[in-house]
């Protein structure tokens, strides 16, 4: 799990733009459990919970170890300010490392992964020996030396695969949903999706904003302390 969970962080640097429209904001920050302005926006947000992130998505995002926020953006006057799930930063308990919002594309090829085909060697691949082979500059050598003659690296390599069609359908739904990414003087609102950042399942949750008016810290709590 600390693999999977490590690589997966290294991947969230590379997030990108959300596609969604959203949902429809609450009629204000302060209609949200955790709220706070600075500058000229305001911030909203609510942590959602496993039982009803699978309501509105048909998966289990907890199982694969996803958190989902409701965040509403509210701009304070009518200068349009931008808007954007990498905004957002979250971290939880005592630990003071901080994980980036996944864009639904990441999220949908962890819980619906696709499956990969790895093709058979080359039937004219021949091993001598049973000595373990060595792959070098196009070439396969056993460690005492012997060569194997072919001229290409024999190694199989996954064949690319297609999204599959729950990968395909969980996405889109994860995209219509999500906090827009745009350029707004109107409150807008969607959910934003995290990887968690600890296996304390109820350690409280801080939601970080980093906007251009300033930064925002919102302290919710998790499952089961509501």
Do not use: W
């Amino acid at each position: 799990m600390k693999l999977r969970f490590g690589s997966l962080c290294l991947l969230l640097t590379l997030t990108g733009a959300f596609a969604g429209d959203g949902i429809p904001p609450r009629g204000s920050a302060e209609d949200y459990p955790a709220h706070q302005a600075a500058g000229k926006v305001a911030i909203g947000a609510a942590y959602v919970a496993p039982a009803q992130v699978k309501k509105l998505f048909g998966e289990d995002l907890d199982k694969r170890r996803y958190v989902v926020f409701e965040v509403g953006v509210f701009p304070l006057d009518a200068t349009p300010i931008d808007v954007s799930p990498d905004d957002f930063k979250l971290r939880q308990g005592k630990d003071a490392s901080m994980t980036r919002a996944a864009t639904p594309h990441m999220v949908a090829a962890e819980v619906q992964p696709q499956k990969t085909t790895v093709p058979k060697l080359p039937e004219n691949v021949h091993v001598y020996n049973d000595d373990a082979i060595i792959y070098a500059r196009g070439h396969v050598y056993t460690e005492s030396g012997t060569e194997v003659g072919i001229g290409k690296d024999p190694r199989p390599q996954p064949a690319p695969q297609p999204r599959s069609a729950g990968q395909a359908n969980l996405e889109q739904q994860l995209e219509e949903k999500s906090l827009p990414d745009a350029k707004t003087a109107k409150p807008v609102a969607g959910y934003v999706f995290f990887p968690k950042p600890s296996s304390d399942k109820r350690a409280d949750f801080e939601l970080l904003y980093f906007g251009m008016d300033g930064q925002i810290s919102l302290k919710l709590p998790a499952a089961g302390k509501h």
